[in-house]
Each structure stands twice: as structure tokens, then as C-alpha cells.
């Protein structure tokens, strides 16, 4: 068939069924195909940008020229459906199922507590399922690699690195029995610190099997599913003969807004080129597809040559390989992988720096379809492979109507931000990699803000080539990206080298003219401009040790580099070391069939693992359904004149505009006594502040038509985004809180020395993977109106809509399945939106679905309070604290929300661990123009305590000793008050603290980092031990109550339902364990289907670490009751089984149904006499890490971690596990890599996974322990457990001090002592700049105020 028929149908294959497509829409991705066409909704959005992997699915394509077919993980929401002829796509419904059988990846995540909320699970199941398609048996290594583009915000990873690491032969450091050499490759011996053996030692806890074969597991290997290859779906037959039968034709596919034409021959590109020359080439869609999606950027016009095969031939001659350029990152490695095999080692110097660049460019998902070509024709700033293929001498070949041509990819190549010399109708056919000459070298350097999956910060790419058997630099070539709008040539630096011997004196003339030759301003767009600048510095001192090593080991130089320089040129320590989880074995003689106290896996795990959960925007479409799209402010602070939605209106499928005179009922939420408007009306206060909403039939309409509503503002003057600038205009939402221990003022007369200080904490965004979602129907009668959403506070949002709507609470009934996530965001936030959608939908009489983009939930509904905190505190010699005055300054936001109650909270807090005699503390909620801030994890929490232990960590600084010692002198002992006179007993605390150094052989590892930091400049090492003590409860009475209906069928069957929300931290399994217990029947018996306020009405939020303890008691009251009422029957037949208790109870009308309420603590705070019992108890852990910080680019490693807990006996140990490790992640998370930037007009940058940075696998520290405390009660909690989802959250802070103590290393190297500004989160920014090196010190500083910076600090 000639290339000239146009058709636009498509074949292709989805979990083994053949799926036939005319005229589809090219904008439509696989995403929404799936879930809303083929009703897969087992792949997730999460993102929708290609930066989470919640919508991995495996797609499969057979090769011609190979016979082989070959399967890749891709993310669904950038894969255009149209690219799909002839793919075989396979989702995670198509490997197994609960129903049928399920695949070994799912059973194990599942099994090996990888899923808690669930939201991540089938991206990461299918990540791992293609990995082992491709790859049976794979190292940790590969494990890691599969799953570095999958973001999970629960689990901390830990958890499913070790459920994946069974499918590895060997899976562990040493644990092949009889092994004479540590598999990490690590030797065992005495003074081997990273082989597992020994620290298995260093544990006092020698590894031995019997010890292993008696240690209680969290879960068991035995009896998992085996990996069986013949389970897995075949490739299907017809694709194959359709592939080799070379039948193809050109394909042209026409939607609302784009045309697609897929050509099959270069000629016919050529010819659509010249005839669109505006027309984008689109094979990998990672850079169009996110124009169009995020930037609003219109291709009417698209080309498409995924077909044509000139643009994949990887041809490999005597000079060097030629590379297609439509060839994926994946391709383009793994035949560079397979040069650097064949050919000599020398001739590869390009290939492999560039091998190096793809180890680390995005994750696997975004390298199997971002291609070659595209990633130079983008011309990214900070592409990773410009900067060594133009310092590696590459080419690119172009082709258009006017021939052939090769152009240099040098200087003159990349002309401006998404530039190059190519012409508009030219496209890049291939590259040319030459081979290495004699004498010459290419090195890659590259520094990004998360170690994996991030675009680089800075990158560089140098090649220099020696005079013959000399050090004298005869061709030298640097090319920097992300220091400027494209990717930059250095060579006035070259210039300045080449010609002389490679040595300190060139370098050091070359330093000066790098500065000058890339002169970042201080407001360049992106910021970090200081570190920005180091890093080019820092990149070219790396080269220059390299090849310092490299002239040595030739025998051209005489002088070895030096001792203390060769760690710097050592990739970070990466090798994971097998990780403790110890916990306490159930009491004698505890029936085998009671689960309380027992590992067991969430209830939802395996349904979460196959797709089969239902979250709220898994729901199929209801009909007339419409979809809602939200309107944002523009300004931080306008006056509106006037709202146009005539435009919107106009548009295809636009239903309505809603705005706040719409609202029936109250148009406002007020939280802590102050008013929220749901709508602005009159006047917007910051950016993102919701002004009306469009409703529309499909989802890209409404967004359409939300985009064509004009509001026209007069901007308002005295505009605040800082703390400062609130302080100085006394903007504050009241009450402003004060409390004082001792007297402070005499505290500070008593101390042998006073120091003041301060520290930044900046905000934290939720992501949560599954961004806030809803759907409400109207019932159509008598106002009801039934609504399924995902918030932790169900009532909060029912009552919220009955006023909205000015009808009786008893008509709105909400509905919560389970939710992908919430850590504290979905409660105000959420009710909120809840209204605006009640609103739509009463109004339109429809059913209204909102669900948010990842970016509009980050600009909309804020995230955790940056705070500023200020100190002056005194000392004695010894290092006791006599005095503390800390003032903490949270930035609110534009409206009060919980702010008043998080400052409070902050108060009673900021004591920790210590008894500091003499202490005052004040708070204020700064009201400002930036979007308002709302609970997180710790609800202050984390903010005010990073402030107190920066306290005891410049004392320690001051006084030149460990901060541990400065903590244990300053602890709670004995029977104590707290600074509100609550008392309490800090034993259980204390005892964490030495089991904690004791498991952590913190003495023998202070000697061993002591002398790493002797031998080593430029990589340093810190450690640090962090206590924590909770408060558990509402100090708000009325929110500790709890009630429960149970019912039991006649089948004997449960169904459990409480005022919890289930999402991700295990409540409804913890209430399954205590509904078997109490009916001492198997849980397999009770069911937990949803939240529903119709069944357990007036609930109180599932927050504050407090669900389980207050649920709980509600299920056993409701349980006790239900087991006495059948008293009677058990007794005249005490054998049973239950079924026929229930048989005859029915029989005999006893009722089967029962409430149960639990009236809580009567928790208080009196601000007024400062004192009060606000918590029920305390939760107490310590947290001991180990980092190692390359100070010459900021990286970092956690080596190891240890946690003590004390929680009380565990209902569940492998979810309250899972909640501290999770917890611990997400604090690391705070505190040393999420960053919110804001423009300096309010604008937030920072609104996806591409530019905010949440912990990945790469984070994961390389070896895990958690030990929770053995022998301890807690009277006041269910079977005397402790909460904790909260409080583990603070423990990430000790590989924030590790870090700070690695730099304080670092410092002192050159020649700097004390304290130091360290403020957080410790990004490699701070890390970095912090060390003070001499080359960071030669970064000219603009004077602050001399300029506008690019983003505005916010605590
Ligand atoms: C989540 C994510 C993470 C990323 N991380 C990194 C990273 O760490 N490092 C890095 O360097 N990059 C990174 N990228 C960028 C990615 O590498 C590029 O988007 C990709 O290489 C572009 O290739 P594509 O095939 O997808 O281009 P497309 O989006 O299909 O096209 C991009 C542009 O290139 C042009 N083009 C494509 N092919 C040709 C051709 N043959 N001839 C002429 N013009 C052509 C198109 O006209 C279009 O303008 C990331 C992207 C994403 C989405
Ligand atoms: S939803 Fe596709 S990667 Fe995030
Ligand atoms: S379980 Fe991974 S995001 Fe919740």
C-alpha cells in the first residue's frame, strides 16, 4: 500500500482485546481513554505531566528488524492515543485480579505493606511488572531504576523496595548463606563499615540466622505467588503478522482544536514540513504535550513520524555512531551501552559521559518515549545531553525541501531559550557521536534538586584533549546548561587553559574568567543564582581533579591526587543494607484467631494493587453529568470590577457559570470565628482565590470555557507576602498567643552566656497523589443531594453544604470510599470546594464531578505554614539551657482557616524533649496575600521544634560538643509538668533515647565519621540523634468523641461503620482487628464499605493522630454491646459456630444492630491561666541518621537510620510502621528538599512534580531501622496503644541536623566555627553554598535590595 492513503484508524490491543479507533481526537490522551472510555481506572492521574508514574502502564510494540517485541512503562497521561497503531497496551486489570488470579507484583506490594492509601500502588505494580518482563530476575539495582519516576507520598518506599527485592536472586548484603564476600561488593572485615555484616553488629544485634529465623517479620516470603512467565498476556498474533506485512498508510486525525498526520515515509515529511513549517515534529510528546497542556499553547497542526524509519537507524561506522534522531532516551542508551562493550575503552569518552546523563535524565517512563531529537530541537536550558554533545565535537544532519545538511553542534548551535540554528521547515534526521581521539577525555557533571527524576539544576559537559604523553591542554571544550536561556559555551575559560599544562595555576586563572563569561544576574529567572554560579565553578574543579587522577594514573604527572581530594570524585554511597523492623509479640496465651497486636496487611492492599479500588473519581459517569472548572484570581490583591463570562458561555458544551450570587444559602465558611468567602465577590486577596467556576460536559470544555472568563480588577495597593513585611504592618490574624514557664528575665541574668538567633522553615505541599475529588448528585426530591468526596472531615462538609444550599443537614448524605491521600489538606480546603460544587449542581439540577489539577490544587488550596522563628536564649557553661525567648511567625495566607489553632499549638510544643526552666514563647498568624495555609501533619508541629532543636544545636555549635550531649543535659526526667502544667512522665521517652544511641552505636560511629571528615575535604559526614514527645488529642473537648454502628446480617456477616476516614493510614483495617476481637470472630467475617453520614452522623475529623484511639473505643462499645446481647445463645450453645448464634438471635428478634459512642477526654487549654491537660498522652520516639554530603554540589545520602518509638502496644504493627516510616519520609521530605517559590507579585511557581520536589526511592535512607519499644502501656488509649500518624513526621529533622553537622565539618575545613544561618528545608543550595569552599567564596553576592530576586522568601 502506497504512503499516499490517508485513513485515521487505529488497531491496538488493550489487556489482550483488540480496540479499533476512528477519528479520534489527537489531544486525547491514554490517560482518559482508559479511564474514561474503557472504564480502566485502575491507572491513576496524579500529575498528568509525566513527573509522578501514577498512570504507568506497559505498552508493548513488536520489531521488525529484531523478531523480538519489546515492552516499556510509559506514563498514560502523555501517550497520545493516536501514536497507538499497532501497540499493545497492558494495564494493571490486565496482569491479575482479586476475582481471578493475582500477579506476583500485586500480591507482593500488597503483602510486604507497600500500598497505604493505594493512590501510587497499580503505577508502581506496573513500573515493577514491565521491569520483570523485560528482566526476570533483576538486581536492586534495576528495582530502583524501575520505579525512580514513581512518586509515593505514604509509604516512605521502604516498605515496597523490600517487596519487590524477593523477585531479586540474591536479595540481600550477605544474606546468601555462607557467603565469603558482602554481595554489595563490599568486603566483609572488621573495618568495613558498609558491609551488612557489620552493621548488623553495630546494631547489638548480631545477625545470625537463628536471630533472623526468631525475629518476628513483618511479612512472610513464604507461600508468595511465584514469578511464572506463562501467566503473562502473549503479545497478540495479528499485531505481529500487521507489523511484518509492512502494510501501512499515512494517517490524518482531525479533533475540535488540532490535526494529526502521521507519515510513514521522510519525503512526506519533508513535504509537511515545508507546507507547515510552524507544525511541531511529535514523537515523544514530553515537551508538546505539556505545552499544550499546561501552557495553553495551540499546535493546530501536528506531524507525527513515529513510522518513518529513517528517524531510528543507529548505523555505527570506524568514526564514530550515527543516532536517529526519533530514537528514545532508552534506545540511545542501550546502544551506547552496547558501543561501550564492543569498542576500545579509549574511543568511548563521549558515549559514556553521555551513558552518564541518561542514568539520570527523568525516569525510565519519560526515557522509553522522550526522544533524541526532541530533547535537542527543544533546547531545554538545562537539557542534560546538549552540553556533552557539544562539548563531544557531536552533529546533527537536518533534511528539508532544500536538501541535506550537518550542522555542528558547537557555540553557535543553541541560539536561545528552545532555539537552535535549524530552520523552521528543517528536521533532525540523526546525530553524530564521534569516537574518542588519543589523549582526549569527556566528562559529565550534573546537579539537581532531587538525586533522581529532576531537571538538572546546573549541568555541564567538558571534553579536553592533551598534547601527545603531556599535561599540556591542546583542545579544550566546556559547555554549561541551566546557567542562562539555553546551553552555554565557556570558551573564554578554555581559552584561558588551553595551551598550558593542566595544573592549579591554569585553574586558578581560569576561575575569574568562567565568572565573568557566564554572569548570571541575581534575578535571573529560576533563582539559586550563588549556587548557580558555584556549581559552574565547583563542575570545572571537579574536572580538573578527574583528569588530575587521570594524568597521574598515566604516568604523565608525578603527584598522585591527593588523599583527602579522591572522595570527591566518588559517586555517593548508594547500596541498600537490609533494614530492622522490630515490634512486640502479642501477650501469652492471646488466641491465634485475635489480630490485635498482629502484622497485619491493609484491608484494601490487594484490591488497591489490581486497580479494583474505588476512588471518588473512579466512579463511573453519571448521566448528564457535567464537569466543573474553577476560575482563579490573577492578582494578590484587586478590587473586582467586573466578571465577563459571555466568552465562556459561547463555547461548545459550556453549561453555566457559577458565581457567589448563585449561592443559595451562606456564601461563607467561617473557621476560627472568621469568614471565608466561598466565591470572592467584591475582592480578591491573593492569587488562586476562587471567583467562579464553569460547568461544562466534558472536563476539556469546562477548562475551556473557564479560561474564557474575563474579570477585569483595579489592583489594590499595600500588598504583604513576607512575615516581615506582616510584622511591620501589624497584619495578624488574632488571637496572638503568649506563654511563660519560670521567669525568663531571670533566667538570662543566671546564664554564663546569651545567643540569638533564627531560623526559617518554609511550607510544605500536601501532594497527596490523588488531588482533591468530588462528586455530587442531586437526588431530585425534597433537596436531597448525595455526595461522594475525598476529605477527612465528612460532616464538616455535609453541614457546610446544607448551609450553602439553605437546606436541612438530614439531606445531604456524604459519601467516602477511601481517599489517595490528605496529610491534613482535605478538610477546610475541601469543604469548601464541596460547596461550590453542591452549588453547581443544585442550580443546574445535574450532577456535578470536580476534580482538580495537580496544578490548580498546589495554587489553591495552600499548603503547611512557613514560619519564621526568632530566639534569645542563656546558657551555661555545661551546656544547661537557663532561658528561652522564641517568637514564631507562621505565614497564614489570605484567610485565617486553622491558623489561630496551629499557632496555639505551636506553643505547646515548642518545649519537645527538654526542661528548660525559665522559657517564654510567643506566636502569630501573619495575614498575607499569598493563598491561605492550611493543616498539615503536625499541625505546627514540625515548625516550632525544628526551632527548638536549632536551639540546642548552637549551643552544642558554641560550645564546640556533640548536640546530643546538649539535649540529654536539658531532658524531662522524673515525674514533670509541662510548661501548661500538665503533668506527665518523660520514662518511656528517656528510655527511647538510649535504646536509640545503644541500637545506633552512636559512640563507635562518632570516631568513625570523626575520621572520615579528617581524611576527606570535600565529602563530609554528620550525624545526628532528634527526640520527640506528641501530644495526642484535640485540646478542643467535644472533637475527642466518637461513635459506631455495626451490624450483623443473618449470614453472619459484619458490617462495621464509624466516624473515620480511611485514607491510607490503616483506620478501617485497625477497626476490623477490633471489631474480630471483641465479636471474637475472624475478620474475614467484617466488612468496612465506606464513611457515610447518614450511618454514623455528627463525626469529628480523622485527624490530630487521634482516629484510632477515638473510633475505636466506638466499634469495641458498639461490638461489647451486640456479643452481651447474645449472651443468652452462646451460653445454651457454647460451641457455636457464630453463624447459628446469629441464626437463633434473629429468631428470638434480638436486634443485630448497634451503636457505639465513645465520649473522649475532656482535653482543654486555658490561654488565659496558661495551663490546661490538652492532650490525653504523649508519644514519644528518637530518631538517630547518619548522612554523607558532597559539599562541592550539595547532594546527599542518608546511610542509615534508626527510630525508636514508643506507641504504646501496637493494634497493628506493620501499619504503625508504615505511619513512621511514611511520616519520617514526608519530614525529610520538609526539611531538606520540598521548596514553594512565589514570584514577587504572589504568583506561585512551584505547581507540579516537574518544579516541587517530593521525596522519591532515591531518598529512601540506605538502611532503615525501626524498633518499636518493648514492655510499654498507655491506659489512656484502645488496648493500650498510642497514635501516631503525626508525630514521626518531626523525626525527619535528624537528617536535616546530620546534614547541618556535615556542613559545620565542612566549615571548619575552612576555617569557620560556631554557629551558622542554616535554614530549612537544607536543600543542596543551602548545603552547598553553606560549606563556604574557596570556590563558593569567590561567587560575587548582589547586595540584598539591589534587586528584585526571582522568588520572595515566605516565612
Ligand atoms: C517529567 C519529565 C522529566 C524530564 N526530565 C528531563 C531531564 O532530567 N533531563 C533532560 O534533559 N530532559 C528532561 N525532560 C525533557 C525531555 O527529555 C524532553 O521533553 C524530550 O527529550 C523531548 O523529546 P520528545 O520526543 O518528547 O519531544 P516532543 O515533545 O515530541 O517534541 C519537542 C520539540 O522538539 C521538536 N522535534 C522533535 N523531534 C524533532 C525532529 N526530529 N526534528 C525537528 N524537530 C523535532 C518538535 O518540533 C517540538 O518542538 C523531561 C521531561 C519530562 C516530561
Ligand atoms: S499522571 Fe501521568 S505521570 Fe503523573
Ligand atoms: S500509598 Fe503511595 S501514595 Fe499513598
Given at each position: ?390 562539548a563531544g565535537n557531536c552533529r546533527l544532519t537536518v533534511v528539508s525541501k532544500g536538501g541535506r545538511r550537518e550542522i555542528p553542534m558547537n557555540k553557535d548551535f543553541f541560539v536561545g531559550f528552545g532555539k537552535t540554528l535549524l530552520n523552521p521547515d528543517e528536521i533532525a534526521v540523526s546525530v553524530f557521536i564521534p569516537v574518542s581521539r588519543k589523549g582526549e577525555f569527556v566528562r559529565a557533571f550534573r546537579q539537581a534538586p532531587r538525586k533522581e ?704 459512642y465513645y465520649k473522649g477526654h475532656d482535653l482543654y487549654m486555658d490561654w488565659e491561666k496558661q495551663e490546661g491537660q490538652p492532650y490525653a498522652y504523649f508519644t514519644y520516639g528518637v530518631c538517630c541518621c547518619e548522612v554523607e554530603l558532597d559539599c562541592l554540589t550539595g547532594d546527599y545520602r542518608t546511610i542509615r537510620t534508626d527510630v525508636v518509638f514508643d506507641i504504646g502496644r501496637s493494634i497493628n504493627p506493620s501499619i504503625d510502621i508504615g ?101 530549612s528545608p537544607a536543600t543542596p543550595e543551602r548545603a552547598c553554598l553553606a560549606c563556604a569552599s574557596h570556590l563558593t567564596q569567590m561567587v560575587p553576592i548582589s547586595k540584598p535590595g539591589s534587586f528584585q530576586p526571582w522568588a520572595i522568601e515566605t516565612p
Amino acid at each position: 500500500m502506497s504512503g499516499n492513503q490517508e485513513s485515521g484508524c487505529l488497531t491496538f490491543y488493550v489487556n489482550g482485546k483488540k480496540v479499533t479507533e476512528r477519528d479520534v481526537d489527537p489531544e486525547t490522551m491514554l490517560l482518559p481513554y482508559l479511564r474514561k472510555r474503557m472504564r480502566l481506572t485502575g491507572a491513576k492521574y496524579g500529575c498528568g505531566g509525566g513527573g509522578c508514574g501514577a498512570c504507568t502502564v506497559m505498552l508493548s510494540r513488536y520489531q521488525v528488524h529484531s523478531r523480538t517485541v519489546v515492552h516499556c512503562a510509559v506514563n498514560a497521561c502523555l501517550l497520545p492515543v493516536c501514536q497507538l497503531h499497532g501497540a499493545a497496551v497492558t494495564t494493571v486489570e490486565g496482569i491479575g485480579s482479586t476475582k481471578t488470579k493475582l500477579h506476583p507484583v500485586q500480591e507482593r506490594i500488597a503483602k510486604a505493606h507497600g500500598s497505604q492509601c493505594g493512590f501510587c500502588t497499580p503505577g508502581m505494580v506496573m513500573s515493577m511488572y514491565t521491569l520483570l518482563r523485560n528482566k526476570p530476575q533483576p538486581t536492586m539495582e534495576d528495582i530502583t531504576e524501575a520505579l525512580a519516576g514513581n512518586l509515593c507520598r505514604c509509604t516512605g518506599y521502604r516498605p515496597i523496595l523490600d517487596g519487590y527485592k524477593t523477585f531479586c536472586e540474591s536479595s540481600n548484603c550477605c544474606q546468601n548463606s555462607g557467603a565469603k564476600s558482602c554481595s554489595n561488593g563490599n568486603s566483609i572485615s572488621e573495618n568495613n563499615s558498609n558491609c551488612c555484616q557489620q552493621i548488623g553488629k553495630a546494631n547489638g544485634n548480631e545477625v545470625t540466622d537463628d536471630l533472623e529465623n526468631g525475629h518476628l517479620k513483618l511479612f512472610s516470603t513464604d507461600n508468595l505467588l511465584p514469578l511464572d512467565p506463562t501467566q503473562d498476556l502473549i503479545f497478540p498474533p495479528e499485531l505481529i503478522r500487521m507489523t511484518e506485512s509492512g502494510l501501512q498508510a499515512t494517517q490524518t486525525f482531525r479533533g475540535e482544536r488540532i490535526t494529526w498526520v502521521s507519515p510513514i515515509s521522510l519525503d512526506e515529511v519533508v513535504d509537511l514540513k515545508s507546507r507547515h513549517p510552524e507544525a511541531p515534529i511529535v514523537i515523544g510528546n514530553t515537551n508538546i504535550g505539556l505545552d499544550i497542556k499546561f501552557k495553553g499553547i495551540l499546535h493546530p497542526f501536528i506531524i507525527s513520524p513515529t513510522r518513518v524509519p529513517d528517524l531510528f537507524v543507529v548505523k555505527n561506522t570506524p568514526q564514530g555512531v550515527s543516532v536517529g534522531a526519533g530514537c528514545s532516551m532508552s534506545v540511545v542508551r542501550a546502544a551506547l551501552e552496547d558501543l561501550v562493550r564492543t569498542l576500545p575503552l579509549d574511543q568511548t569518552e563521549v558515549h559514556r559521559a553521555l551513558l552518564q546523563q541518561l542514568g539520570n535524565l527523568a525516569g525510565q517512563q519519560i526515557r522509553n518515549v522522550a526522544t533524541l531529537g526532541g530533547n535537542i530541537v527543544s533546547a531545554y536550558p538545562n537539557s542534560d545531553l546538549n552540553p556533552v554533545l557539544a562539548a563531544g565535537n557531536c552533529r546533527l544532519t537536518v533534511v528539508s525541501k532544500g536538501g541535506r545538511r550537518e550542522i555542528p553542534m558547537n557555540k553557535d548551535f543553541f541560539v536561545g531559550f528552545g532555539k537552535t540554528l535549524l530552520n523552521p521547515d528543517e528536521i533532525a534526521v540523526s546525530v553524530f557521536i564521534p569516537v574518542s581521539r588519543k589523549g582526549e577525555f569527556v566528562r559529565a557533571f550534573r546537579q539537581a534538586p532531587r538525586k533522581e527524576n529532576a531537571l538538572a539544576t546546573v549541568n555541564a559537559g567538558m571534553r579536553v584533549r592533551f598534547r601527545d604523553g603531556s599535561s599540556v591542554v591542546d583542545e579544550l571544550s566546556i559547555f554549561y546548561g541551566g546557567v542562562g536561556p539555553c546551553t552555554v559555551g565557556a570558551s573564554k575559560t578554555c581559552q584561558q587553559i588551553i595551551g598550558r599544562p593542566w595544573g592549579e595555576e591554569a585553574l586558578t586563572a581560569a576561575y575569574p574568567v568562567l565568572l565573568e563569561e557566564i554572569p548570571l544576574p541575581p534575578s535571573a529567572p529560576g533563582g539559586k543564582v550563588a549556587f548557580r554560579r558555584a556549581l559552574t565553578l565547583n563542575f570545572l574543579f571537579k574536572f580538573f581533579l578527574q583528569m588530575q587522577q587521570k594524568l597521574a594514573e598515566m604516568g604523565i604527572i608525578a603527584e598522585d591526587l591527593r588523599q583527602d581530594m579522591r572522595s570527591s570524585l566518588e559517586a555517593l554511597p548508594n547500596d541498600f543494607l537490609p533494614s530492622y523492623q522490630e515490634f512486640q509479640d502479642v501477650l501469652e496465651g492471646q488466641p491465634g484467631q485475635d489480630p490485635v497486636g498482629r502484622p497485619m496487611m491493609h484491608r484494601s492492599a490487594l484490591s488497591q494493587a489490581t486497580g479494583e479500588a474505588v476512588y471518588c473519581d473512579d466512579m463511573p459517569k453519571t448521566e448528564g453529568e457535567l464537569f466543573l472548572s474553577l476560575v482563579t484570581s490573577t492578582k494578590a490583591h484587586a478590587k473586582i470590577l467586573n466578571i465577563d463570562v459571555g466568552a465562556a458561555l459561547a463555547l461548545p458544551g459550556v453549561v453555566d457559570v457559577i458565581t457567589a450570587r448563585d449561592i443559595p444559602g451562606k456564601k461563607f465558611r467561617m473557621f476560627c470565628g472568621m469568614n471565608e468567602e466561598l466565591l470572592a465577590e467584591k475582592e480578591v486577596t491573593c492569587v488562586g482565590q476562587m471567583v467562579c467556576a464553569v460547568v461544562a460536559d466534558t472536563k476539556p470544555h469546562a477548562k475551556r470555557g473557564a479560561a474564557a472568563v474575563k474579570i477585569t480588577y483595579e489592583d489594590q495597593p499595600e500588598l504583604v507576602f513576607t512575615v516581615e513585611e506582616a510584622i511591620e504592618k501589624k497584619s495578624f490574624f488574632e488571637p496572638l498567643r503568649e506563654i511563660e514557664r519560670g521567669n525568663v528575665s531571670e533566667g538570662f541574668k543566671m546564664a554564663d552566656h546569651i545567643h540569638e538567633g533564627e531560623i526559617r522553615i518554609g511550607g510544605q505541599e500536601h501532594f497527596y497523589m490523588e488531588t482533591q475529588s468530588m462528586l455530587v448528585i442531586p437526588v431530585g426530591e425534597e433537596g436531597e443531594m448525595n455526595v461522594y468526596l475525598s476529605t477527612q472531615h465528612p460532616t464538616m462538609a455535609q453541614d457546610a453544604i446544607a448551609e450553602t444550599l439553605d437546606i436541612p443537614s438530614n439531606r445531604v448524605t456524604c459519601h467516602i470510599k477511601r481517599i489517595g491521600g490528605a496529610f491534613g489538606g482535605k478538610v477546610t480546603k475541601t469543604t469548601i470546594l464541596a460547596c461550590i460544587t453542591a452549588v453547581a449542581a443544585w442550580k443546574t439540577e445535574r450532577s456535578v464531578r470536580l476534580v482538580l489539577e495537580r496544578g490548580e490544587d498546589m495554587l489553591i488550596t495552600g499548603a503547611r505554614h512557613p514560619v519564621l522563628g526568632q530566639y534569645k536564649i542563656g546558657y551555661m557553661k555545661d551546656g544547661r539551657i537557663t532561658a528561652a525567648d522564641v517568637k514564631y511567625y507562621a505565614n497564614a495566607g489570605n484567610t485565617a482557616d486553622e491558623s489561630p489553632l496551629i499557632v496555639a499549638k505551636i506553643l505547646l510544643h515548642f518545649d519537645n524533649a527538654y526542661n528548660i526552666p525559665n522559657m517564654r514563647g510567643r506566636s502569630a498568624a501573619c495575614k498575607t496575600n499569598l493563598p491561605s495555609n492550611t493543616a498539615f501533619r503536625g499541625f505546627g508541629v514540625p515548625q516550632c521544634m525544628l526551632v527548638t532543636e536549632s536551639i540546642i544545636n548552637d549551643v552544642a555549635l558554641k560550645l564546640g560538643r556533640p548536640a546530643e550531649e546538649i539535649r540529654e543535659l536539658n531532658m524531662y526526667r522524673g515525674p514533670s509538668l509541662t510548661h501548661y502544667k500538665m503533668p506527665f512522665d518523660p520514662e518511656n521517652m528517656l528510655r527511647c533515647w538510649e535504646e536509640c544511641k545503644r541500637r545506633s552505636s552512636i559512640q563507635r560511629r562518632r570516631g568513625d565519621i570523626a575520621q572520615f571528615n579528617q581524611h576527606n575535604r570535600f565529602k563530609k559526614r554528620g550525624l545526628a540523634l532528634v527526640p520527640i514527645k506528641y501530644g495526642i488529642g484535640f485540646d478542643i473537648a467535644f472533637l475527642n468523641q466518637a461513635a459506631a454502628l455495626v451490624h450483623i446480617f443473618q449470614d453472619g456477616s459484619v458490617l462495621v461503620n464509624h466516624g473515620g476516614t480511611e485514607m491510607g493510614q490503616g483506620i478501617h483495617t485497625k477497626m476490623q482487628q477490633v471489631a474480630s476481637r471483641e465479636l471474637r470472630i475472624p475478620t474475614s467475617l467484617i466488612h468496612i464499605s465506606e464513611t457515610n453520614t447518614h450511618m454514623v452522623p455528627n463525626t469529628c475529623p480523622s485527624a490530630a493522630s487521634f482516629g484510632t484511639d477515638a473510633n475505636g473505643m466506638a466499634v469495641k462499645d458498639a461490638c461489647e454491646t451486640l456479643y452481651k446481647r447474645l449472651e443468652p445463645i452462646r451460653k445454651r450453645n457454647p460451641e457455636g459456630p457464630w453463624q447459628s448464634w446469629i441464626k437463633a438471635a434473629f429468631l428470638e428478634k434480638i436486634s443485630l444492630s448497634a451503636t457505639g459512642y465513645y465520649k473522649g477526654h475532656d482535653l482543654y487549654m486555658d490561654w488565659e491561666k496558661q495551663e490546661g491537660q490538652p492532650y490525653a498522652y504523649f508519644t514519644y520516639g528518637v530518631c538517630c541518621c547518619e548522612v554523607e554530603l558532597d559539599c562541592l554540589t550539595g547532594d546527599y545520602r542518608t546511610i542509615r537510620t534508626d527510630v525508636v518509638f514508643d506507641i504504646g502496644r501496637s493494634i497493628n504493627p506493620s501499619i504503625d510502621i508504615g505511619q513512621i516510616e511514611g511520616a519520617f519520609t514526608q519530614g525529610v521530605g520538609l526539611y531538606t528538599m520540598e521548596e514553594l517559590k512565589f514570584s514577587p507579585s504572589g504568583v506561585l511557581y512551584t505547581r507540579g512534580p516537574g518544579q516541587y520536589k517530593i521525596p522519591a526511592v532515591c531518598d529512601v535512607p540506605l538502611q532503615f531501622n525501626i524498633y518499636l519499644l518493648p514492655g510499654t502501656q498507655n491506659p489512656h488509649a484502645i488496648y493500650s496503644s498510642k497514635g501516631i500518624g503525626e508525630p514521626a513526621l518531626f523525626l525527619g529533622s535528624s537528617v536535616f541536623f546530620a546534614l547541618k553537622e556535615a556542613v559545620a565539618a565542612a566549615r571548619s575545613d575552612a576555617g569557620l566555627s560556631g554557629p551558622f544561618e542554616f535554614h530549612s528545608p537544607a536543600t543542596p543550595e543551602r548545603a552547598c553554598l553553606a560549606c563556604a569552599s574557596h570556590l563558593t567564596q569567590m561567587v560575587p553576592i548582589s547586595k540584598p535590595g539591589s534587586f528584585q530576586p526571582w522568588a520572595i522568601e515566605t516565612p
